[in-house]
């Protein structure tokens, strides 16, 4: 019951594409992500995901179309659906999902993290 | 798969104390409220709650402490634990929890919101 201040958890790591997981409840995590350059593509069978943007722009491609999206605003991913996150510049970012997803979903490779930090 | 614009929701309401649903997700909701002033003590026996802060201050009180929540940061109610939201000025806030929960928790009144619009 302590707040979390996402500034101050977004200054305690660097690395990109490696979610930090900040929070926990009803068997959902909050993480927070820093992305830069392109992600795989993949889709989550089981899950929904939403990304909010903290700081920068996200682009959300998907087969059909790309979404910019922008801080302050957030999009969600539905399960099966696949997409592929691409940073041109840096961007920070608040993930919402439940506690079993992994990050590249049906996409096993090497930036795939089994095991996340929490921090 | 459309992004949201947080701020553009906040702007399509005024009323206080009256959570809209702005995105659903593996049976939870995203939900955007404005508070202003002090709500009940209450709490929820099956569901956590997490408060993000958009725009204000927002004072979680608890039993035996107070947090204050400023903008950019979150604080998690787990279930079960007695908590009253309090709002000297305006304060903007967004929601995660599972669909089924009830705003007032265990404290039915003035306050309580059966059923919630999406917009």
């Known amino acids: 019951m302590n707040k979390i201040n996402i500034s101050e958890k977004f200054s305690l790591f660097s690395e990109y594409w490696s979610p930090k997981i900040v929070g926990e409840l009803n068997d959902q995590h909050v993480k927070l992500a820093k992305f ?7 889709k989550h069978d089981n899950e929904d995901e939403l990304f909010m943007v903290i700081k920068g722009v996200l682009k959300m491609e998907f087969r059909d179309k ?3 999206v922008n801080e302050n605003e957030f999009i969600i991913v539905p399960k099966g659906v696949e997409h592929k996150p691409v940073a041109d510049e840096e961007v920070w970012v608040l993930l919402f999902e439940p506690k ?5 979903g049906n996409t096993i490779g090497i930036f795939t993290k089994e095991k996340l930090d929490k921090i």
Chains 1, 2 share one sequence.
């Not at 079993?100 to 590249?104: I, R, Y």
């Open 36 to 42: 830069k350059g392109e992600f795989v593509w993949h």
């Open 66 to 68: 790309t979404e910019i």
């Open 100 to 104: 079993e997803t992994l990050n590249t």
